[in-house]
């Protein structure tokens, strides 16, 4: 059986990560305007300044996976009938968030993004602003990566509210950081990581490295 219940706090907005967020890489604390959204979180946005030197055109949303896209890559972690259940178009981040079915009684997530990064930005940097906004979450740890990345990446487990495995990759090529997670069923009382190493090292990287490939390849 799958564990039910959420072990580690999360942050107050659940899974709607890729939308608290609308630039939280733009790190440069002058091209920062912060502006309040109540329950929907805080947002950051590019002041035009920013815009004007960050040298980067809009990220497509085209640029994303869909969810045929997902049914063809996903046979290996034996997750069907993936579903568009959300997406969020931006000037400097898009995101798209799809739900499917498994073995799991609980729908596996799978979202994907690409931001713009600021200009400076480095990726420890990032990687630290994703913690400090709540797009990565509390529990999450980085674990060693056996993929051949030939650009700055890290993959982190750890929980999602929806009591699954989340294993996360994030990578960083020629100012855009692409993202790809996925949620995978957790045996009930196993911790994040032993489960990622047990059951999904390798297949589920493999997966989310595929879509990201595919990503870069769909840039204009």
């Known amino acids: 059986m799958e564990n039910q219940q959420v072990t580690q706090s999360q942050t107050p907005s659940g899974s709607k990560r890729g939308w608290l967020i609308a630039g939280v890489l733009i790190l440069a604390c002058c ?11 805080v947002f950051f946005t590019l002041s035009p300044s920013a815009v004007e030197i960050s040298g980067l055109s809009a990220p497509s ?3 994303l996976v869909t969810a ?3 049914n063809t890559l996903s046979a290996p972690i034996f997750i069907i009938k993936w579903e568009l259940v959300g997406e969020t178009p931006g000037e400097h981040r898009i995101c798209r968030e799809f739900t499917g079915v498994s073995e799991s009684a609980t729908p596996n997530v799978h979202l994907n993004c690409i931001y713009n990064a600021a200009p400076g930005s ?8 994703f913690f400090q906004s709540g797009q990565l979450y509390a529990d999450e740890q980085a674990v060693p990566s056996r993929l051949s990345i030939p650009y700055e990446h890290a993959i982190y487990v750890g929980t999602h509210p929806n009591a699954h495995v989340l294993i996360d990759l994030l990578v960083l090529k020629d100012g855009r950081l692409y993202w790809s997670s996925v949620t995978m069923m957790r045996p009930a009382g196993a911790e994040p990581i032993a489960t990622y190493q047990e ?5 589920v990287d493999v997966f989310l490295y595929e879509v990201i490939k595919l990503n870069m390849s769909k840039m204009p």
Do not use: P, R
């Not at 480095?122 to 602003?129: K, L, M, P, R």
């Open 31 to 41: 091209c920062l305007t912060v502006i309040s959204a109540g329950a929907a979180g």
């Open 122 to 129: 480095t990726f420890d940097g990032i990687i630290e602003s």
């Open 199 to 203: 059951y999904y090292e390798g297949s």
């Open 61 to 63: 949303m085209n640029a």
């Open 68 to 70: 045929q896209d997902l």
